[in-house]
């Protein structure tokens, strides 16, 4: 009887060590990364301002900028998201192209803003974690200058397990710059029947626009 | 004579909403931008238009609005948002908030002494500004189909009837004095100019920085819309992980 207890005994043990190595490996997995997010956004927000407050040279912005999107963003996958059926369709030259052209258009109207980042303050409100794949950090954007309202900013950060966070999005005002970028970009190559061309030659002219303006500035 | 125009006013805007909302059910209410345009060919031709307008009539007058010292824009801003006061009282009523419909009531009252040119409320219990399309929406009634109407721009069938029926039922429109009259014939204009000149920036980003600047304010339009209805935020969850799920 009471050895039959003492196997009893050592068969819960084991159930229960089981179980917490099992959670323990379970929460490793899936490590709570929100206040690594926040982090991230937060260097991201100062040292943007810091090239703002520092600097006036519109190549030097321009390098920023693209260098920028190298650290936390993942370019080509949003890229790829932004012209949705079509990133597939498309031939290999096609995809280097637009990834080229699409490139451009950010990078030089990132740059071509980077005297409204002068004025503007973040302020971190709340860190989030949203269904498996995503980390949504919450803020608000005051304009120093009193000229805009204060704006609530969202930005989406994709957290799968095992990978670096990335920047996927970012909201004003439950307004998604990658929907509203997706969104067009669709309705151009639609409107010109399908052809993906039509919309990389029309970001080609845009960033050609832009880099004349900087320039110019 | 007048009371009887008003009455058939009020019973065309009525047609006019029973009609339009029985297009509301129809469209779906997902985010998928071209699904929810079905006239977009139209809506194109519109908008063409409407860009004329804002060229050549609201563009400039909204330049001459920011010309003004801040304190004239500020007496124009509030101004356009005292005019709207008496719909957001009726309608939160029929929303069933009566404590916003009190708030609204008395800031319209009181800064009614100054015919809206100035806020003497200033930030004590303002009111949650709401419309008819709110209404709508408080019962559940669908936005409908993405509609570009001549100068009234962007908005859903559910929108824009929301906007004929405030424009119709403000209470401002029965008040018989040659004051409430002259107040009622300039509120849409300035309305019109304090909204274009308080976004200038932003709307001339779309307006002339856009590769296509019909999708860009229908996609616009249409998110904003839906940030303030209930669990629209999922669909794009649905679209994020969708997206992601395939890169796995």
Known sequence: MHRHLHICRDAIMRILVGLALGFML?????ADRTDEAAKMIETLVAEIQDIAATVTIGDYIYKQSDDIIDRY????????????????????????????TFRAVVVEQAANNFDYFRSLEYHFQSSEKKGENWIIVNGIVHDKTGKYPDAAISWRINDMPGQDLYIFDLSFENVSMILTQKDENMAVIRQNKGNLDALIDLLAKRSEELRQARLRN | MKALSKICGLRISALIV????????????????????????TNRKVFAFNTKVDDYVIEPAAKAYLQLPDRGQMMLTNFAGWTSLPSTAVNSTMQGDVENAA????????????LGFADLTGDVDTPRRTN????????????GSYVVLPLLGPGTVRSHSGFVVDSITNPLNFAATPAAANITAVNTPVRVVTFRGNNFEYINEVKYQS???YARTRSIYLQYDYANEIDASENYEDEFDSFIETLE
């Open chain 1, 26 to 30: 379970t929460s490793a997995a899936y």
């Open chain 1, 73 to 100: 963003f993942k370019y080509e996958t949003l890229a790829s998201f932004t012209i949705g059926p079509y990133w597939r369709k498309a031939s290999d030259a096609q995809r280097q192209r637009y990834l080229k």
């Open chain 2, 18 to 41: 029973v009609v339009a909302l029985s297009g509301c059910t129809t469209a779906p209410n997902d985010r998928f931008t071209e699904n929810r345009d079905p006239y977009e060919n």
């Open chain 2, 103 to 114: 708030i609204g009531t008395f800031e319209f009252l009181i800064n009614g002494l100054t």
């Open chain 2, 132 to 143: 008819f399309d709110d209404t709508l929406s408080y019962y559940n009634i669908g936005q």
């Open chain 2, 211 to 213: 590769l296509d600047a």
